[in-house]
C-alpha cells in the first residue's frame, strides 16, 4: 500500500477530544498516522494523553502521559509512554528499567508482531514492573479504515493485532 499523504498540520477527534499533530520534514505519513491511533486508542486510559513533549527525559516519547493529580512519590513517573515505528533495543531497556510504574506501548505498521517481541522479552526479563507493556501492529489500511476524512477516529483493540505483558 503507498504512503498516505497528510498535510503539515493535521487534526484528529476522538470523541470529544481534538489533537493538531505536525509532520516533520523527515517524519513518514504512517509515523503520524500510528502516533494519532495510538492516542485515540489510549485516551479512554489516560485522559492527559498528549503526543511529541519533552520531558525532562535522555528519550522524547511519542506520547505520554502523567498523572494529573501527582503525589510527592510519583517522581514526575508518567503513567503511560507510547512509540511508534523503529524503537531500538537500548531505548526499550533503558525506559521500563527506569520507569517500572509506567505502561508503554510499541506501535508497528503492517507487521507481525512476532519479530519484534524479542527486544521487548530481553528488556523486560529481570526487571521488576508493575505496569502492561503492549506491542500493537496497525495494518497497511489503517489510515482509511480508522480515520475518516473528517479526522474523526475510530479504532478499537479489537480491530488490531496486538499483545500484551504484564
Do not use: C
Not at 511508534?84 to 533503558?94: F, I, M, N, R, T
Not at 509506567?102 to 505498521?109: C, Q, R, S
Amino acid at each position: 500500500m503507498s504512503e498516505p499523504t497528510l498535510p503539515r498540520k493535521w487534526a484528529v477527534k476522538f470523541g470529544d477530544h481534538r489533537i493538531i499533530l505536525t509532520k516533520g520534514p523527515n517524519e513518514s505519513a504512517r509515523h503520524v498516522i500510528m502516533k494519532a491511533l495510538l492516542w485515540a486508542l489510549y485516551l479512554p486510559l489516560y485522559p492527559t494523553l498528549t503526543v511529541e513533549i519533552r520531558i525532562g527525559d535522555k528519550y522524547k516519547p511519542d506520547l505520554v502521559a502523567f498523572d494529573p493529580l501527582p503525589s510527592i512519590y510519583q517522581r514526575d513517573q508518567p503513567l503511560f509512554w507510547g512509540e511508534s515505528g523503529v524503537v531500538g533495543a537500548d531505548k526499550v531497556a533503558s525506559i521500563v528499567r527506569r520507569y517500572p510504574e509506567t505502561h508503554f506501548a510499541i506501535a508497528k505498521w503492517e507487521t507481525t508482531l512476532k519479530p519484534h517481541t524479542r527486544i521487548i522479552l530481553e528488556a523486560l526479563d529481570g526487571v521488576n514492573r508493575s505496569a502492561p507493556f503492549d506491542l500493537i501492529a496497525f495494518p497497511g489500511d489503517s489510515f482509511d479504515r480508522f480515520i475518516g476524512s473528517d479526522g474523526v477516529i475510530k479504532v478499537r483493540f479489537e480491530d488490531l493485532q496486538w499483545m500484551r505483558w504484564e
